[in-house]
């Protein structure tokens, strides 16, 4: 639909000589349509069809018509360009946030500060039990709240940053584009940088560190606790997959360590099956377990390091492109994007770069996870003392995706 595509005020380049087929009234007034069966052709008393300059054409062109182009039309990829820059205009000129909405934010960061969920409490006292159950379930209610709008801010923050990365393309595509686009993207950057801020205020950087210190702690060793007689022959192999999955899960996170506990819980249920005889003590010995291990971690994290902060620049990938109700399967983990979003200090909108100032042991994780699709380096590191915004734009990141 050329028509809802191209607007007057969009850059065609050499595209507005290429011819087009079109079909209008015998008078040589009016829109110009993609098929004489147009329904604002009904009532014309005849239709002619002729070839006209696309440039010529464009700002008359219906918006309701299809046109039918060749496979190798170069209309066809100029238009996906054009509506990737277009597509900026969804998110600019909204409404801002009611006082409810902030008053929720502010509740929202204050709950996630202790945790994913409400802390444990054992009460006891004379209060009647029904106020005890709504009190807890209203608790509940809240902390769910609480993670639905940070997912929320992570979904709309990553979902802002692909739609800018998709316009660069755009533009690095069709040169011609950035003049109407570089208005559009900049508009852009403010508000992706806000929802940046009200993402990263619903994460807590000591959790982040605290799961940069899990990746480099020492494999546990086996050793056969009287807890564990009831798994028998499967012990060891219960213990190595309770620190696997523990282990992967508080890594790649934004929650703190505590809130991984059910994953051991569920590998040494899973590994008892129905059978109960020293289920108890097994789960009892492994919260003991996973007790040492969060506090081996804390404990590194809060190790001073010779490098305490680390200047890093990364390219954070776009969302992969996904057909109609097709789930999106983000290619940062929740612990890359918190810490993306909670220690940027510089972003470079037209390459899509992002200067971070982290921890050691976040710049260590960072670098080692790495990848084709998001290039991870350290900047300054022959001591530099320029500013970050400057070591970015000069950062050579093509020359580490390509080689």
């Known amino acids: ?5 191209f607007r007057p005020e969009v850059p065609l380049g050499s595209a507005r000589d290429i011819p087009i087929a079109c079909h209008a009234s015998a008078t040589g007034k009016g829109k110009l349509h993609g098929s004489p069966e147009c329904s604002a052709l009904r009532s014309a008393a005849s239709v002619n069809q002729f070839d006209i300059p696309f440039g010529e054409a464009v700002e008359r062109l219906c918006k ?20 990737d820059v277009d597509s900026l205009t969804i998110w600019l000129d909204r409404d801002p946030e009611d006082e409810d909405d902030i008053k929720a934010e502010r509740d929202a960061a204050t709950a996630l500060a202790t945790g ?14 029904d106020d005890n159950e709504a009190g807890h379930d209203e608790e509940w209610e809240r902390y769910d709240r609480a993670r639905n709008l940070r997912y929320g801010r992570h979904s709309h923050w990553r979902r802002l940053h692909s739609y800018l990365i998709r316009s660069n393309q755009a533009v690095a595509d069709y040169p011609f584009l950035a003049p109407w686009a570089d208005g559009l993207q900049s508009r852009l950057t403010a508000v992706l940088d806000s929802e940046r801020r009200a993402f990263a205020a619903l994460v807590q950087p000591a959790h982040l560190l605290e799961a940069a210190a899990v990746r480099v702690l020492p494999t546990p060793r086996f050793s056969n606790d009287p807890g564990f007689a009831g798994l028998g022959a499967e012990a060891e192999k219960t213990f190595r997959r309770a620190w696997y999955e523990w282990s992967r899960r508080a890594t ?20 008892f099956g129905r059978r109960r005889k020293g289920k108890p003590e097994a789960h009892t010995a492994f919260r003991q377990l996973s007790a040492d291990w969060i506090r081996q971690a804390r404990e590194r994290a809060a190790r001073p390091a010779t490098t305490p902060w680390q200047l890093v620049a990364v390219k954070t990938p776009a969302l992969p492109r996904t057909r109609h109700n097709e789930p999106e399967r983000d290619p940062l983990t929740l ?37 084709h699709d998001m290039p991870v380096q350290r900047l300054a590191s022959d001591g530099s003392a320029l500013p970050a915004e400057t070591l970015l734009e000069q950062w050579d990141h093509e020359s580490l995706t390509h080689s």
């Open 335 to 371: 612990w890359e994007a918190s810490v993306i979003a909670t220690y940027q200090v510089a972003f470079n909108r037209k390459s899509g770069t992002t200067a971070l100032l982290v921890p050691h042991l976040v710049a260590e994780q960072l670098l080692a996870c790495a990848s």
């Open 252 to 271: 790649w996170s934004w929650q703190r360590l505590e809130d991984h506990d059910f994953s051991v819980y569920t590998v040494v249920s899973d590994a």
């Open 1 to 5: 639909m050329l028509g809802s595509i």
């Open 116 to 129: 994913d969920y409400p802390p444990h409490t054992n009460d006891v006292g004379d209060t009647d039990e």
């Open 64 to 83: 309701n018509c299809r046109w039918a182009l060749f496979t190798d039309s170069p209309l066809l990829p100029l238009g996906a360009a054009v509506n």
